[in-house]
Each structure stands twice: as structure tokens, then as C-alpha cells.
């Protein structure tokens, strides 16, 4: 316990913390913060207090999902925040391996998993998704949109929020009714049937997850317009044909630095002269990192989370013009909280489809993200490029017009 509580003594100021060892000895960590009850955690045998302390970013995860870490006091949600808010991206490197060594070798680890050729590409893609869709009924909104909310108010709901996102970025490609748009990473087919029904675009989704696909199809079939938005189980390496428009939504995590080149040269191949792409990811706010490895073991396989400097390099070498860029800051911290609550409202249910330690995975995922978004390096980015720069009005008057027309819809 001796290495952990040094650990704890360092981080935590602000909040307390009362955490029980095996042996039933209790430490007290932080001072009272203003509004915050405190949190009191257990550890259930010897050798938890060391796993943790040795590299916290895996050791914490994974005995919380052992049940070897226990929160008796407060959940997982609020001892993730305590931990993070005393440790925020403007103090980085509190929690960061001490040993140059394990630093180095950290990193060459992610370097390595983020190469994500074709077979793994798709064997990532299963990974991360093909497990059942009800998982993802139980805590998305009712579109299935697995990426941020974009909140205007505070009486914002989740399945407005995710209208509103749709809207944002809808606005922003200056969409025509019968243009061709490739959806790269079409996830289970929301954004793709959006698109359709308010612009009249013909839409052409792909993934590598069978279930998403099949789910995409079902709803355009449901929705009688399988002629005109489609959903193709196929890597954007294979894709041929000419597009107006391209999005690319949460899609770029999953292409990894060392494919960068490759991604943005196939886009520019299959985007019109005077076509319009969008980009939107999960961004580092600061310079280029690496995964912290219990999401690349447990969650997202080969995922990346790109640094601002990084998706433009690459796409300077293709001659792809940045014509506007936006960084949304907070917009993922409240459609985190709102995912985990649902999952903690669906426990049962989740707990019968997998297990409790699934359950526990789940709750440090969600959890974790929001912190990473409330206090950590992460964002979003928006990134519109165009090959010509006649393609788009001068002004972004068109964005603000089309987004107010949209959420009218």
C-alpha cells in the first residue's frame, strides 16, 4: 500500500478520499471540497493497492472490473472526476510513469497497435462493435448516434442534442438535393438517413461492422428509401467512384497516424473537383500522444485520438485545403453523463446480456471519457476541406442559415 498512498498523497487535494486496505487499515486523502461528499473506496486483497500504483491508466480499470477496487461510497463516475480534477491537462504528467523507460516502451506500444491494415482494421471493428445492438439502445438516443451531442441549452435533451449535432454538421457541407455523399464510417445509419430526408442527397454509408450495416439497412428499408441511401460492408480502401460530398464521423479514431497519408489521399481521389468533406473527431487538445492502454486493450483496439496538428499535416500533403475549423470544447461532457446514466438505469439488463464485469468495464469506459472530456487533453474537432477554393461561399453565413433552417425540420 505504501506506493499507492504515495501516489494518493501527491494527487489528491482537493476532495476527500477515504480509502479501506485489505487488512482493514484506513488512509485519508485531500480536504473537504465545497458542495462534495466524501468517497471511500476498498480494496479486497494484497496485491490491489500495488497493481494500481505500479501504472495506474490500466491497473485502476481493471481492478474496478475485478471487483478487486470498491466504491462503497459515491460511484465510480465521482471517484474518476476527483482523480482527474486534481490532475487536469494543465498539470499533465502528475499520473504519468515516472521511468523514462516504461515511458518509452508505453509508447512504442501504441505506435505499434495503431497500424491498422485491412485484417485488422476489420478485426478491430468487431471488436469495438459487433456486439449486440441492444447495448446500445439501452444508453444512446433513439437515432443510435455514437458520437458527442451538440447542446445550445441547458433543457437540451440527448435526442435533441444529437438532431442538433446533426444539424451542425449537415450545415456545413452546403448539401444539395441529388448530389452523391459517402459516409465513412456510417455507424448503424442515422446521420446517413438524416442527411437523405432533410437535403435529398443520395447516400452511400460504409462501416466494417456487419451489425451496423445490417441494422443501416433495416432502417432504410423501414423507411422505404434503400434506392437512394445505401450501406456497403466495405474498407474505404476498396471504394471506388466520385463523391460531392464526404463525411467522415468518429471514424478517424479508428484509422490510426501511420494510415493518415493513405486516408486523406483516397478522399481526395473519391471527392468531386469542387466537392466539400468534413471531419469530425475526437481531438487532443495539446501535441500528438499515445492511447492509454486500457482503451486500446478493453474498448477501442487500434484507436488513436489525433492531435489538431497531426489530421492537418496530412492532409497539406494532398492538397487538401483546411477551409474551416472548429474545436468543441465541452459539448461531449454532458452526452457522457447522460450515457452513463442510462447504462446505470439499464444495469439489470446489461448485467443479463454480458456480466457484472462487463457491467463494471462499461461504467469505467463511460465514466472515464466524460472526465477525459471535463478535465482531461480531449475535444472535438471539426475539419472542412474542399480541393478548390471556389467550392464554398466566402463568408460561413451559408453554415448559420442552413443550421437554423435545419433544427427547424
Given at each position: 500500500m505504501w506506493l499507492l498512498d504515495k501516489l494518493l498523497r501527491r494527487l489528491v487535494r482537493r476532495g476527500e478520499l477515504v480509502v479501506t486496505d485489505h487488512d482493514g487499515k484506513i488512509y485519508r486523502?485531500?480536504?473537504?471540497?465545497?458542495?462534495?461528499?466524501?468517497?471511500?473506496?476498498?480494496?479486497?486483497?494484497?496485491?490491489?493497492?500495488?497493481?494500481?500504483?505500479?501504472?495506474?491508466?490500466?491497473?485502476?480499470?481493471e481492478?474496478?472490473?475485478?471487483?478487486?477496487?470498491?466504491?462503497?461510497?459515491?460511484?465510480?463516475?465521482?471517484?474518476?472526476?476527483?482523480?482527474?480534477?486534481?490532475?487536469p491537462w494543465?498539470?499533465?504528467?502528475?499520473?504519468?510513469?515516472?521511468?523514462?523507460?516504461?515511458?518509452?516502451?508505453?509508447?512504442?506500444?501504441?505506435?505499434?497497435?495503431?497500424?491498422?491494415?485491412?485484417?485488422?482494421?476489420?478485426r478491430n471493428a468487431a471488436h469495438s462493435y459487433e456486439i449486440s445492438s441492444r447495448l446500445f439502445e439501452l444508453f444512446l438516443d433513439r437515432d443510435l448516434q455514437y458520437t458527442m451531442?451538440?447542446?445550445?441549452?441547458?433543457?437540451?435533451d440527448l435526442d435533441t442534442a444529437q438532431q442538433h449535432k446533426m444539424?451542425?454538421?449537415?450545415?456545413?457541407?452546403?448539401?444539395?438535393?441529388?448530389?452523391?455523399?459517402?459516409?465513412?464510417?456510417?455507424?448503424?445509419?442515422?446521420?446517413?438517413?438524416?442527411l437523405h430526408r432533410t437535403t435529398g442527397a443520395d447516400v452511400l454509408g460504409i462501416a466494417l461492422a456487419e451489425e451496423q450495416i445490417r441494422v443501416a439497412r433495416a432502417r432504410a428499408a423501414a423507411e422505404g428509401v434503400s434506392d437512394r441511401v445505401k450501406f456497403e460492408l466495405i474498407d474505404y480502401r476498396n471504394l471506388e467512384g466520385r463523391f460531392d460530398r464526404i463525411t467522415v464521423v468518429g471514424m478517424l479514431e479508428h484509422v490510426g497516424p501511420p494510415q493518415y497519408d493513405g486516408f486523406f489521399r483516397k478522399c481526395r481521389d473519391l471527392l468531386a473537383p469542387d466537392g466539400v468533406m468534413l471531419v469530425h473527431t475526437i481531438g487532443r487538445i495539446g501535441k500528438p500522444g499515445v492511447t492509454d492502454r486500457w482503451t486500446s486493450k478493453y474498448i477501442f483496439p487500434g484507436g488513436y485520438i489525433p492531435a489538431l496538428s497531426e489530421i492537418v499535416s496530412a492532409t497539406e500533403k494532398q492538397r487538401l485545403i483546411v477551409s474551416d475549423v472548429e474545436t468543441l470544447r465541452l459539448h461531449y461532457v454532458?452526452?457522457?453523463?447522460?450515457?452513463?446514466?442510462?447504462?446505470?438505469?439499464?444495469?439489470?439488463?446489461?448485467?443479463?446480456?454480458?456480466?457484472?464485469?462487463?457491467?463494471?468495464?462499461?461504467?469505467?469506459?463511460l465514466a472515464g471519457s466524460e472526465a477525459a472530456f471535463r478535465h482531461g487533453g480531449m475535444a472535438n474537432f471539426?475539419?472542412?476541406?474542399?480541393?478548390?477554393?471556389?467550392?464554398?461561399?466566402?463568408?460561413?453565413?451559408?453554415?448559420a442559415e442552413a443550421e437554423t433552417r435545419l433544427r427547424a425540420l
Open positions: 486523502y485531500g480536504a473537504p471540497d465545497p458542495g462534495r461528499a466524501p468517497l471511500a473506496v476498498r480494496l479486497t486483497d494484497r496485491g490491489a493497492a500495488f497493481k494500481i500504483a505500479r501504472d495506474p491508466r490500466i491497473g485502476a480499470g481492478a474496478y472490473m475485478d471487483g478487486r477496487l470498491v466504491v462503497e461510497q459515491g460511484d465510480i463516475r465521482e471517484l474518476i472526476d476527483l482523480l482527474r480534477r486534481n490532475a494543465e498539470r499533465s504528467g502528475i499520473i504519468k510513469p515516472k521511468s523514462p523507460l516504461r515511458r518509452a516502451a508505453q509508447s512504442a506500444m501504441g505506435r505499434i497497435d495503431r497500424v491498422n491494415w485491412q485484417r485488422r482494421s476489420k451531442g451538440y447542446w445550445t441549452g441547458d433543457t437540451d444539424a451542425h454538421i449537415a450545415a456545413k457541407l452546403d448539401l444539395r438535393p441529388g448530389q452523391r455523399l459517402l459516409d465513412i464510417g456510417c455507424g448503424w445509419g442515422g446521420f446517413a438517413l438524416y454532458p452526452t457522457l453523463e447522460h450515457w452513463y446514466k442510462r447504462a446505470e438505469a439499464a444495469r439489470e439488463e446489461i448485467v443479463a446480456l454480458y456480466d457484472e464485469r462487463f457491467f463494471r468495464m462499461w461504467q469505467f469506459y471539426q475539419v472542412q476541406l474542399i480541393r478548390d477554393r471556389h467550392a464554398l461561399p466566402i463568408t460561413r453565413d451559408y453554415m
